[in-house]
């Protein structure tokens, strides 16, 4: 059964920040509310469906008392009885927690593991992987900090992906990614594995960190591109270290305003998952039916290039698919893992 004292406390706390916002005159008042509304939005269109279907449910079995309008009333109960459980279903789920952060934007890392020049490859390919799926999705890609390998890899890269609801979409993209392919390096024909870790973090903002000026070492130094090129004659690259987590940031673009700029954002995020974590660990035991537990050492996807096939092994899903995924079309993956999350804590609640 779903309580409906909590329906009837939802319905009550919409109606009062719709009546806040026609009051409201602070523009910060005003971004505020109008967040929560926006976000109980949809839990509301769910209780109203609900409501809306069960008052008709009665009604009509009412009906079937009446002698001439009993075989139209049977028609319509059957019709709602039959839509009834997809309407519950979906009031359940609109009334699962929801991550805060989701509708935030996101600090991608990705950073090549076991196997060298091809993880590096492999580190690049998966950058341009998720710049393509964000560009498709209408997001923007601001890289924060880049280290070039060799032949076109990459050591590490740290980017900004900006957009409504990035979060939710790539958060469960976090973990080790293995790639199956002969390597442009083998002369043999031999297939190698290698493997590259990435990262999500939900973008934090100033109020979700604190960050006390005695805690952050900043150094500065001389920025240069791949191979030494490009070497900038100023010291215009900045190194943040957080002392009391060990975590170390770098920006190495030209300005060192703005290298300072996006390595606290980098920092901030890094600090406000750390926190998550912790809260996640907290309660990890509900979190063993969840999609992935956000290990960083978990392997997650294997792409396999000779057979065309990419697996994800939380939810045992196989695409034979492999260069849509590499050009970006990630939204058949990404979908089977929200909705596997969505069973998971479903199953959960009502355990």
Same mark, same amino acid.
């Given at each position: 059964?779903?309580?409906?004292?909590r329906?009837?406390?939802?319905? #009550?706390?919409?109606?009062y920040? &719709? @009546?806040? $916002?026609?009051?409201?005159?602070e523009?910060?008042?005003? +971004?505020? !509310?109008? *967040?929560?509304?926006a976000a109980?939005?949809p839990?509301?269109a769910?209780?109203?469906?609900?409501?809306r279907a069960?008052?008709d449910?009665?009604?009509?079995?009412?009906?079937?008392?009446?002698?001439?309008?009993?075989?139209?009333?049977? #028609?319509?109960?059957a019709q709602? &009885? @039959?839509r $009834?459980?997809?309407?519950e279903?979906?009031?359940?789920? +609109?009334? !699962?927690? *929801?991550?805060?952060?989701?509708?935030r934007?996101?600090?991608?890392?990705i950073?090549?593991g076991?196997?060298?020049?091809?993880?590096?490859?492999?580190?690049?390919?998966?950058?341009?992987?998720?710049?393509?799926?964000?560009?498709s999705?209408?997001?923007?890609?601001?890289?924060?900090?880049?280290?070039?390998?060799?032949?076109?890899?990459?050591?590490?890269?740290?980017?900004?992906?900006?957009?409504?609801?990035?979060?939710?979409?790539?958060?469960?993209?976090?973990?080790?990614?293995?790639?199956?392919r002969?390597?442009v390096?083998e002369?043999?024909?031999?297939i190698?594995?290698s493997?590259?870790?990435?990262?999500?973090?939900?973008e934090?903002e100033?109020?979700?960190v604190?960050?006390?000026?005695?805690?952050?070492?900043?150094?500065?130094?001389?920025?240069?591109g791949a191979?030494?090129?490009?070497?900038?004659?100023t010291?215009?690259?900045?190194?943040?270290?957080?002392?009391?987590?060990?975590?170390?940031?770098?920006a190495?673009?030209?300005?060192?305003?703005?290298?300072?700029?996006?390595?606290?954002?980098?920092?901030?995020?890094r600090?406000?998952?750390?926190?998550?974590?912790r809260?996640?660990?907290?309660?990890?035991a509900?979190?063993k039916?969840?999609?992935g537990s956000?290990?960083?050492?978990?392997?997650?996807?294997?792409?396999?290039?000779p057979?065309?096939?990419?697996?994800?092994?939380?939810?045992?899903?196989?695409?034979?698919?492999?260069?849509q995924?590499?050009?970006?079309?990630?939204?058949?993956?990404t979908?089977?893992?929200?909705e596997?999350?969505?069973?998971?804590?479903?199953?959960?609640?009502?355990a």
């Open positions: 059964m779903i309580p409906s004292e329906l009837t406390e939802i319905l #009550e706390r919409s109606a920040l &719709e @009546a806040r $916002l026609a009051t409201a005159g523009p910060a008042e005003i +971004a505020a !509310l109008s *967040r929560d509304y109980l939005g839990v509301v769910a209780i109203r469906d609900w409501q069960t008052g449910l009665s009604a009509a079995r009412a009906m079937l008392a009446d002698p001439e309008l009993r075989e139209l009333a049977r #028609e319509e109960v709602i &009885e @039959a $009834l459980p997809g309407l279903q979906a009031l359940r789920l +609109a009334l !699962l927690p *929801r991550d805060v952060a989701d509708e934007a996101a600090i991608l890392e950073r090549p076991t196997g060298g020049d091809e993880a590096a490859l492999f580190a690049a390919d998966l950058f341009r992987m998720y710049a393509r799926h964000a560009e999705r209408g997001w923007s890609v601001e890289v924060l900090d880049e280290s070039p390998g060799e032949l076109g890899g990459l050591k590490e890269i740290v980017a900004a992906i900006r957009g409504r609801g990035v979060f939710a979409r790539l958060k469960f993209e976090s973990g080790v990614h293995r790639v199956q002969v390597p390096t002369s043999g024909g031999r190698h594995t493997a590259a870790t990435v990262a999500v973090l939900p934090a100033e109020i979700d604190a960050i006390r000026p005695e805690d952050i070492r900043i150094d500065t130094m001389r920025a240069s191979g030494g090129q490009h070497v900038n004659t010291d215009s690259a900045v190194r943040l270290t957080h002392l009391p987590t060990g975590i170390v940031v770098t190495s673009e030209k300005s060192q305003h703005q290298n300072r700029a996006r390595a606290m954002e980098v920092l901030r995020a600090l406000f998952d750390l926190e998550r974590r809260a996640d660990a907290e309660r990890a509900t979190r039916g969840q999609v956000g290990d960083r050492s978990e392997r997650i996807r294997t792409y396999n290039f057979q065309g096939r990419v697996t994800d092994h939380r939810i045992g899903l196989t695409l034979y698919k492999l260069d995924v590499m050009a970006g079309d990630l939204d058949e993956i979908d089977a893992l929200i596997a999350d969505h069973a998971a804590r479903l199953a959960e609640a009502t």
